[in-house]
Structures are given as structure tokens and as C-alpha cells.
């Protein structure tokens, strides 16, 4: 029963969490707004695409003022992009009322993380549906700065590119796929929130238990909120979807963060 529970249900029983989200410098106008983060879509012929369009129809029903997107949105199958799933689903992809922002995952990079070219092709599909997605750049939006740092794992990330405009004196948020960055010293004076994915929270442990796997060299980093050195707040997405098709006690999430100053 645990087994076909972990294949057949949990998988799919999509959790909304609702999360304060203290800013420094935040506007005035911002106080209360919510921003929504979506990871982890992983576009394939591991997840159906059924379900991925449910799920941002329901999370539609949000009317999100600031929607944010933290890579990984598809899987290889037999070393390919299935192109037209992830355009399926990108269709029907939850907006922002005041912007929407992407950033790219590993997977997003294709066959062991290395062919920008399909990183390229991926970018002009999200793109395509007016969301904006940062490789190391920064956009600001209604007061509130985004910063995008594109993938580690594939090589791509540079904070140094990434923070060039960073103003301490305004709100910031950071995009990072890979919550390892944030244990490099590349951070300086940076002490706001980082949200991230790519654990899918380890998709399966015991009850009270850590997961055994976890796709990162810091083993603390499963998923939830993380108090880090500097004053930053690390905040770590569960994903939508899934690697293989399997969660037990690891619900995919979307994540509401209401914004308050800080």
C-alpha cells in the first residue's frame, strides 16, 4: 500500500504553502503583496502534463502579484527536449499582475548540463509567453529588485555579473536554482531572501527522518526555510514535479510568500 500510495498519489497531491516573506527597504505599495514560486516543473515523459497544467490552474486562482519561476522545467528522455510538452505547458503558466521571472536549472542545460544550446531554445519558449529570464542579470519591478543567478551546475553561475547593479539600499530577492551557491563566497554584503529548488525536497524519507538522498553537497539543504550567515534567509521549494515518479512524506509544492517589510 506505502508503495503504490508513494507512486499513484503524492506525487500529484500538490500542497499550496503559505509563507511570510520580511523585506528590507520593501515600498510601501508592496506591503501585503504576495509572491508566488514555481519550481521544478520537469517537462517530460516522467510528468504528465495533465496534472502540471491542473496544478497552475489552481494556483491562477491566487491572482499572485509577483510570480517567480526557479528553474528545471524539463527532463531529457533518450538524451531530447520534448519541446512540445514544455510549450504545453508554458501555454497555461501562472503570471504575475506586476511581472513574472525565470530562472534555469541544470536540467534546463540538457545531456550533462553542457549544451547551451538547448538552454537557448528553453529561454525562447518561457520568453515567448512574456516572462523574463534573468542568466546572471537583474530587473527591477515595481520596486522590488530581482537578481537571477543562472546555473551552477551547469557552469553558469556569476554573481559577480549577477549583483553588478545591487543596491542595498533597495528591496531585493535573489533567484538561485542550486541552494549550494549560497555556501560560496560570492554573497558580500547580500542579507536578503534566496529562493531556490532543485532538491525536490529529496522526494521520499521516513517519517522525522532527513532524506538519504539529496542532489546537494550541503545535506542540511532539503527544503523550507534556512536562517544563513549575513542575515540571508535561504528558502528551498519542494518542485511541482518530479525526477522519477515516486514521493513519500515530500508533497510538491507551490510556494505563496506574503511580503512584509522587513
Known amino acids: ?7 499513484r498519489i503524492e506525487p500529484h497531491w500538490l500542497e499550496f504553502v503559505r509563507v511570510k516573506m520580511p523585506i528590507k527597504n520593501l515600498p510601501e505599495s508592496l506591503v501585503g503583496k504576495t509572491l508566488m514560486q514555481i519550481s521544478d516543473i520537469h517537462t517530460g515523459n516522467r510528468v504528465d502534463n ?4 491542473n496544478s497552475l490552474k489552481k494556483a491562477k486562482e491566487y491572482n499572485p502579484d509577483f510570480v517567480v519561476y526557479t528553474g528545471d522545467y524539463v527532463t531529457l528522455h533518450q538524451k531530447e527536449v520534448m519541446y512540445d510538452k514544455l510549450k504545453g505547458v508554458f501555454e497555461q503558466s501562472v503570471q504575475g ?40 542579470f537583474s530587473i527591477e519591478i515595481e520596486g522590488l529588485n530581482f537578481i537571477g543567478l543562472d546555473d551552477y551546475w551547469a557552469k553558469q553561475t556569476n554573481a559577480e555579473k549577477a549583483f553588478s547593479n545591487f543596491n542595498p539600499t533597495k528591496a531585493n530577492v535573489v533567484l538561485c536554482h542550486n541552494p549550494d551557491v549560497c555556501d560560496l563566497d560570492v554573497w558580500n554584503d547580500y542579507d536578503g531572501w534566496i529562493l531556490s529548488g532543485h532538491t525536490h525536497g529529496g522526494q521520499c524519507k521516513p517519517p522525522f527522518l532527513p532524506p538519504p538522498i539529496l542532489p546537494v553537497k550541503n545535506k542540511n539543504y532539503t527544503s523550507g526555510k534556512f536562517n544563513l550567515s549575513n542575515g540571508r534567509t535561504l528558502y528551498i521549494n519542494r518542485g511541482l514535479g ?20 522587513g
Do not use: C
Not at 1 to 7: D, F, P, Q, S
Open 242 to 261: 518530479h525526477s522519477q515518479k515516486i514521493r513519500l512524506n515530500v508533497r510538491p509544492e507551490i510556494t505563496i510568500f506574503e511580503l512584509e517589510k
Open 97 to 136: 499582475r506586476f511581472g513574472t521571472i525565470a530562472i534555469l536549472g541544470n536540467h534546463d542545460y540538457g545531456s550533462d548540463w553542457g549544451e547551451p544550446e538547448v538552454a537557448d531554445e528553453i529561454t525562447k519558449i518561457i520568453e515567448n509567453e512574456g516572462i523574463s529570464v534573468l542568466k546572471n
Open 1 to 7: 500500500m506505502t508503495g503504490l500510495y508513494a507512486w
Open 50 to 53: 495533465s496534472y502540471l497544467i
